[in-house]
């Protein structure tokens, strides 16, 4: 585990491999959307199932970030790169060589500005250093859209069945320049 960050009692952390218990933050949000009727769709679910056919391909890699206050974890992301065409087929990846795929952000502890200081201070100049030029991300959470949009631009929309099959899931797509 690599410390890339640390302001106060928040560590910001990369691991080079996947574990599942990383996925603590988004069981923790499909708690909260349980208690609150907002949805049917279970990330934790898709999330388990998206990195077990991730894990089996030999041309995609995992960077998973951690944030930890203190010793416990408050949040993770995940950077998938590789051969990104095998996973992404909304929008165009024009140059998946020097391009990721962030899956899976979420923070236990929101509204305090913390995730836009992890991808402005964190992983945007670490990607950046390491000569990516781009980040690709769906979302079909409209709160969040205004999030990635003051740090990239909209490049797609989708729409796709809810788990349960009686709503449509609304979401975008967004391409965040490293350049």
């Known amino acids: 585990m690599q410390t890339l960050y640390t302001s106060g009692d928040w560590s910001f952390l990369l691991s080079k491999v996947f574990h599942s218990e ?10 909260w959307k349980l208690a609150n009727d907002w949805d049917d769709y279970n990330e934790l679910t898709h999330a388990t199932r998206f990195f077990d056919g991730v894990k089996k391909k030999a041309t995609l890699g995992i960077d998973s970030h951690l944030l930890m206050k203190g010793e416990e974890l408050k949040g993770a992301l995940f950077m998938v790169h590789g051969e990104l065409v095998t996973i992404e087929s909304r929008h165009p990846i024009p140059k998946p060589e020097k391009s990721l795929i ?7 502890e929101q509204g305090q500005g913390i995730g836009q200081r992890w991808l402005k201070e964190v992983i945007i100049p670490y990607y950046g250093k390491l000569s990516f030029t781009d980040i690709y ?3 079909s959470h409209p709160k969040s859209f205004g999030f990635y949009e003051r740090f990239g631009e909209e490049i797609a929309s989708y729409s796709s069945p809810s788990d349960n099959g009686l709503m449509t899931r609304e979401g975008k797509c967004f391409r965040i320049s490293l350049g």
Not at 102 to 108: A, E, G, N, V
């Open 102 to 108: 962030l899956k899976y952000f979420h923070i236990m």
């Open 137 to 139: 991300l769906s979302s």
């Open 22 to 31: 990383f996925l603590a933050p988004t069981g923790h949000y499909v708690q």
